[in-house]
């Protein structure tokens, strides 16, 4: 399999390295806006997996397509990102989404027909410090829809420490993601890490922003159980309290941030299902604005 990773940040280095070690992939070439020499990834266990990948900077510079195209940059930089697919996607090339959100199908399709696309919920904690130097804290897990595509997606991960697997359900499964990650805004919102969860209202706050985003999730099909909001919270209230989430690291660091994906979507598709949800429309305004 030749794979190529548009977006080598955080998850496209973590899935790059791994998958620069596996039998089934013959070559990795890095898609990189920023350009890197090598991949070190430090693994859950301490080991630090190294990876010497093709890296290219230019669409210019894809001569032959490839079997696989990972997109895994920030779900706002896929406009940008899409320059990469036509030199690498050929008749056989299948594409695979990385991102959060619920609209990792609708996000590509303005670039490439929806049957080449595998959308994929990840849940892989890691961090970037430098390009092409990533911590790779829990071994995590890749959840793809069930079929071929997904089957054979999954199998590239066989020999890594990820746990990929296929779902009947890919539209339950996006949503239980979101439904933890639309909580991130409160936040990004407030400049605070997890322990903000402890203060007066803020974990009711998060149970009224979460149930929106499951009564929207369950009109467009998802089995959103009555019990996510309180698990949610309890999520927040049992992680550690200076834990950073993806949107508040992004705030502190300056860099545009996910709210489209993670709230404005709540709303967007809401208001196309006449279901209110004001609080995540509020979140998504309040953090464009502050962008
Ligand atoms: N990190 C996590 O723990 C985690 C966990 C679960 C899900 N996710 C999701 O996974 C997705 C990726 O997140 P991430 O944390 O990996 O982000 P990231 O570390 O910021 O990586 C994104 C990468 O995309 C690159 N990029 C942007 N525009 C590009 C372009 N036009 N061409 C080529 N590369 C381009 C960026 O380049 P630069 O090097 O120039 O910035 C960066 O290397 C997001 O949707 C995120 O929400 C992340």
Not at 27 to 32: D, E, I, N, Y
Not at 86 to 102: C, D, E, K, R, W
Not at 206 to 223: P, S, W
Not at 255 to 273: C, K, T
Request: with cysteine; proline share 7%; aromatic share 4%.
């Amino acid at each position: 399999m030749r794979i190529a990773v548009v977006g080598p940040g955080a998850i496209g280095g973590t899935v790059a390295a791994w998958l620069s070690h596996s039998p089934l992939v013959s070559s990795v070439t890095l898609c990189a806006r920023t350009p890197l020499a090598r991949l070190v990834v430090e693994a859950p266990d301490g080991r630090l997996i190294e990876a010497r990948p093709r890296v290219v900077t230019d669409p210019a510079e894809i001569t032959a397509p490839v079997d696989w195209v990972l997109v895994a940059t920030k779900a706002y930089d896929v406009a940008a990102a899409s320059a990469w697919l036509a030199p690498l996607v050929g008749p056989q090339t299948l594409v695979a989404v990385l991102q959060n959100g619920v609209e990792h199908v609708e996000r590509l399709t303005p670039f490439i027909a929806a049957d080449r696309i595998v959308p994929v919920v990840v849940d892989i904690p890691a961090e970037r410090s430098a390009p092409g130097r990533i911590q790779h804290r829990r071994n995590g897990t890749i959840v793809v829809p069930a079929g071929e595509a997904g089957e054979a997606f999954a199998a590239l991960f066989a020999e890594s420490v990820i746990a990929a697997s296929t779902t009947d359900d890919f539209t339950t499964v996006a949503w239980t993601k979101l439904a933890l990650n639309c909580a991130g805004a409160v936040n990004a919102l407030t400049g605070l890490p997890g322990g903000v969860v402890r203060e007066a209202g803020v974990a009711d706050l998060i149970r009224a922003m979460v149930r929106e985003c499951v009564l929207v999730g369950r009109a467009v099909g998802a089995g959103l159980g009555d019990h996510i909001p309180d698990w949610v919270v309890e999520r927040a209230e049992t992680s550690p309290p200076d834990s950073v989430n993806s949107l508040l690291g992004d705030r502190l660091a300056g860099r545009p941030m996910e709210w489209d994906a993670r709230n404005g979507v709540i709303a967007r598709l809401g208001a196309a299902h006449g279901i209110p949800a004001p609080l995540n429309a509020m979140a998504a305004t309040l953090l464009s604005a502050m962008e």
